[in-house]
């Protein structure tokens, strides 16, 4: 195998810059920047968001769906699309019309060995 064909695997902090958690994980990332944790000294790598902090994790909502997609879509392009009023009897013709005539068959089974 070659040498020095692979990074360096070490202990890294991960700081999130949000919350301001640090996790030690082991990791090949290169960084320049260092810190102080738990009386020892580790490179350390600033993330803007962690477990900690990622709303998912909290069970912080900051988004809120009220309406759904469909709803939204209807009532955006509602105004926009005047319908123009059917009459009754058109509707009861179309409806009769779109209904397909469906033949039921017997399924015969096989007989069991």
Excluded: L
Excluded at 63 to 82: Q, S
């Amino acid at each position: 195998m070659k040498e020095n064909s692979h990074p360096e695997y070490r202990d890294v902090c991960f700081v999130d810059m949000s919350s301001g958690k640090k996790y030690i994980c082991g990791s090949a990332v290169e960084t320049s920047q260092t810190v102080e944790h738990e009386g020892k000294t580790y490179p350390s790598v600033n993330v803007s968001i962690s477990s900690s902090s990622h709303p998912f994790f909290t069970g912080d909502s900051t988004f809120v769906d009220t309406e759904g997609r469909v709803d939204k879509f209807k009532k955006r392009y509602a105004a926009k699309a005047p319908s123009k009023p059917v009459a009754k009897e058109a509707k009861d013709e179309k409806k009769e019309e779109k209904k397909p005539s469906v033949k039921k068959t017997a399924v015969k089974k096989a007989p069991k060995k």
